[in-house]
């Protein structure tokens, strides 16, 4: 995992980083989490650094974990949203996506910013449930607009 600066963050900014690592470092099966705001753009990440050169073919651009996690929870977002928009289903709390080598966990945090995380296949799926749901609550309140504007920024210069 690359240690995004914090320096020149806000207190609020640097909490959340904080939390961001320390659901990462402190709870087995964790690959990799991010938040992505409503309109899908990645607000932290675990590797916010990771970039790595294109293969042959491909076209330039971000790589790596943190930015493919971000666009697949942003996809999912979207996708059980309409789901449960047609299913008069109401708000979508929490999303999981068992595969054969690993999960994808995507939680709502609010105003239609999601946490999402990328773990093990035999990972403790309520312990990660558990320790999302302790993310959000302590993100939640303090992810205002403001926020939301100084940690894209953030990302983009780390980019």
């Keep these: ?3 995004p600066s914090t320096f020149g963050l806000s207190t609020e900014a640097r909490n959340l980083h904080w939390l ?21 753009l990645m607000l932290l990440s675990s590797d916010p ?6 293969a042959a073919g491909q076209q330039d651009g971000p790589r790596g974990s943190s ?3 971000a666009t697949i929870v942003s996809g999912i977002g979207s996708l059980t949203q309409g789901a449960a928009k047609l299913m008069d ?21 609010s105003d239609g910013s999601l ?11 309520s312990v990660i449930a558990y320790h999302m749901a302790l993310f959000v609550g302590r ?20 980019q």
Excluded: W, Y
């Excluded at 946490?115 to 799926?125: F, K, N």
């Design 115 to 125: 946490l999402g995380v990328h773990a093990t296949p035999d990972c403790d799926m």
């Design 139 to 158: 993100a939640g309140h303090v992810l205002t607009p403001e926020l939301r504007s100084e940690l894209r920024k953030s990302m983009e210069s780390t």
């Design 49 to 54: 650094g990771h970039l790595t050169a294109p």
């Design 89 to 109: 289903g109401g708000g979508v709390k929490q999303t999981m996506v068992a595969m054969d080598e690993g999960s994808v966990f995507v939680m709502s945090i």
């Design 20 to 40: 961001l690592s320390n659901l990462v470092e402190e709870v087995p099966g964790v690959h990799s989490v991010t938040v992505v705001s409503s309109d899908g």
């Design 67 to 69: 930015a493919d996690l």
């Design 1 to 3: 995992m690359t240690a």
